[in-house]
């Protein structure tokens, strides 16, 4: 979900500056805070505003501060082979996990085709494209997943137990960008009903459901009873079988069991990030895989048969009323462009949270609001 394109624009390169200017503050070496600026801003930059700045304040420097987040990483190396690795990040920054776990599966699959690592005692990685993009970029398909605190429900019930757990591809076209799709596997996720309270909005009807089984819009009163376990998200494909909720139940269970079963790691309830009523870190699993086409195929020939999958796609007959078919990628490449150009919107909310950041941590920034 975008943000108002009425609301105020702050350029990218100010954002992120901003950004690493802010996590310094707070004790995250520069060099890692640099990492994590830049996952954040890819968010923003292409319109997944719910993982961009908007996460800055509420999950990394909120969580350091409230000592369940190390703002110094340190990665031990668990288990390693040729093609695999079992990592341990110590609760530290999951962005700079991340980027050396993804570092790691491609340097393997250049060398023996394809590499696959599982992390332990991570955090939040922002948005898992940005990983899989990595790969993309090397030439490779790309491939990452990461389990979450319980906000799902099963299929059929009303408990929140998974995560949104987004399983997330990337791959190389000939195009100017990237086959990529990034998304949970709930129907939506709490980051996008952040976005809607900011604006004072009902979210759709189908998201949410309570521990009576009601369907619940009302948003504010949702995220604290998600908060409590009172309600949870559905999972893609909402609450029946007949619209397939057991497709995204059953997807969502696939990343968790390899978020954690390979690593040993923590799944379900122990992501919670709470235990005896006392806040702790919330030991996230993720897992990286990069495949070297070149092992398959040549790269060249790879590139234009996928651009040409999504050139028919677009080319497609389309719906009454509808101008316009787009493949996974288009529309944040899209994004992309217009942000580069004219800024990222900032809505009062989330206006108020840079401010306070930058009073409290005496950063001299001047913003258009």
């Known amino acids: 979900m975008r943000a108002n394109n009425q609301d105020p624009r702050v ?19 520069k060099e890692d805070a640099e990492i994590v600026a830049d996952v954040l801003i890819t968010a923003d930059k292409f319109g997944i505003d719910s993982h961009g700045i908007s996460r800055l304040k509420p999950i990394y420097v909120n969580r350091i501060r409230d000592g369940i987040l190390n703002p110094v990483t340190k990665i031990d190396i668990v288990k390693e082979g040729p093609t ?14 991340g980027k050396r776990a993804m570092e790691m599966a491609i340097n393997k699959a250049r060398e023996y085709g394809m590499g696959m690592v599982a992390v332990r005692n991570s955090s939040h990685y922002g948005i898992a494209g940005y990983y899989t993009n990595m790969a993309a970029d090397a030439g ?10 319980p ?3 099963p299929t059929f019930g009303v408990e929140p137990m998974l995560g949104t757990n987004p399983l997330t591809f990337s791959m190389p076209t000939d195009e100017e960008f990237h086959f990529f799709l990034d998304c949970a596997t709930s129907t939506s996720q709490r980051g996008k009903i952040e976005v809607y309270a900011r604006r004072g909005e009902a979210i759709p009807e189908g998201w949410v459901i309570d521990n009576q089984g009601r369907i619940r819009t009302d948003t504010l009163a949702i995220l604290q009873d ?3 376990g009172e309600a949870a998200l559905t999972p893609l494909g909402g609450v029946e079988e007949v619209t397939g909720s057991h497709k995204g139940y059953g997807y969502a269970t696939v990343v968790e069991i390899l978020s954690a079963s390979l690593q040993q790691g923590a799944f379900l309830k122990a992501l919670s990030g709470m235990r005896d009523g ?16 070149e092992a398959f195929t040549s790269l060249d020939d790879f590139k234009k048969t996928t ?4 050139r028919a796609l677009r080319a ?11 493949t996974a990628g288009e529309k944040e490449y899209l994004t992309c462009l217009e942000r580069m150009e004219k800024g990222v919107p900032i809505n009062e909310s989330l206006q108020k949270e840079i401010k306070q950041l930058a009073e409290e941590l005496e950063l001299d920034y001047e913003f258009p609001f």
Request: charged fraction near 20%; avoid cysteine.
């Open 151 to 153: 906000s799902i429900a």
């Open 84 to 97: 695999t690795a079992v990592l341990d990040g110590n609760h530290g920054m999951g962005h700079v996990i």
């Open 140 to 149: 490779m398909i790309g491939i990452s997943g990461t389990n979450a605190r």
């Open 307 to 310: 651009g040409e999958i999504l």
């Open 278 to 293: 006392k806040k702790v870190p919330h030991a996230l699993g993720h897992f990286f895989i990069a495949i070297n086409i």
């Open 226 to 228: 998600l908060s409590t």
């Open 11 to 29: 350029s990218v390169e100010v954002l992120e500056r901003f950004m690493v200017d802010v996590l310094t503050k707070v004790g995250v070496p």
């Open 316 to 326: 497609s007959k389309k719906a009454p009323g509808r101008e316009r078919i787009y």
